[in-house]
């Protein structure tokens, strides 16, 4: 089954403790993406990767690092959490090149609690 | 910069009923794509319909159509018939012809389908 799996699904942390929200597709996508969901903000995005090596920042990468060693895997890294990243995160992945329709496969979700 | 709005934070319907959400946006480009998609209370993000910016015609899906208006940069959708099942927050979204997973999310409505 073609999917995009994330881990955890749901997180409560302390500010200042690192975490990582683990991010896997199966579907051999060059593309990759996060994103947060904040209530009335809709979804912004936090970085994206173009292929194996290859990431940029998007709208919001304040605070955060990604890594993109395996074309499968894009993990988001918080350094150092801080509360007003306590929000529902997103992983999405497409096709790149002329396969790209621009739909995006996204993973279910993690739910973030920074205390 | 691209923006999306989506004016209706909260809407409702009747089942069997017709409802129209609105969107929004503001963009330089002459090539893209639009895109509404539905989450439903299990939080999956799920594409609803898809528009592509040189087609002329509306897009339809079943029982979802668009009303694409380009020159006024609107892009509505149209749910007929609405299900219980409809119910859900809904998100247009604006991507450039050749942005990769770049997208760019309004603010959501959020559908409420009433028996």
């Known amino acids: 089954e073609a999917q995009v799996t994330q881990n955890p699904r749901y997180l409560i942390t302390v500010t200042g403790k690192k975490l990582t929200v683990t991010c896997s597709q199966n579907?051999?996508?060059?593309?990759m993406s996060w994103y947060r969901q904040d209530p009335g903000l809709g979804l912004r995005q936090i970085y994206y990767?173009?292929?194996?090596?290859?990431?940029d920042k998007g709208d919001v990468p304040e605070g955060y690092k990604v890594s993109r060693k395996e074309k499968r895997n894009f993990p988001l890294i918080l350094e150092s959490p801080s509360p007003n990243q306590t929000s529902l995160y997103f992983c999405?992945?497409?096709?790149?090149?002329?396969?790209?329709?621009?739909?995006?496969?996204f993973g279910e979700g993690s739910r973030l609690t920074v205390l | 910069a691209q923006t999306v709005t989506q004016s209706q934070p909260e809407m409702s319907v009747q089942e069997a009923e017709t409802v129209t959400l609105s969107c929004t946006y503001d963009t330089s480009e002459n090539n893209y794509y639009l895109f509404w998609y539905k989450q439903p209370p299990s939080r999956q993000m799920i594409l609803v319909i898809r528009?592509?910016?040189?087609?002329?015609q509306n897009a339809t899906e079943n029982r979802f159509s668009v009303n694409f208006q380009k020159a006024a940069k609107s892009f509505s959708l149209k749910i007929s018939d609405s299900q219980l099942g409809d119910t859900a927050m809904y998100f247009c979204a604006f991507r450039r012809r050749n942005a990769g997973n770049m997208l760019t999310f309004g603010g959501g409505t959020r559908l409420m389908v009433k028996p």
């Open positions: 999405a992945s497409c096709s790149g090149g002329g396969a790209n329709t621009g739909e995006l496969f």
């Open positions: 990767s173009m292929n194996v090596e290859v990431t």
């Open positions: 579907m051999n996508h060059e593309y």
């Open positions: 528009q592509e910016a040189y087609k002329q």
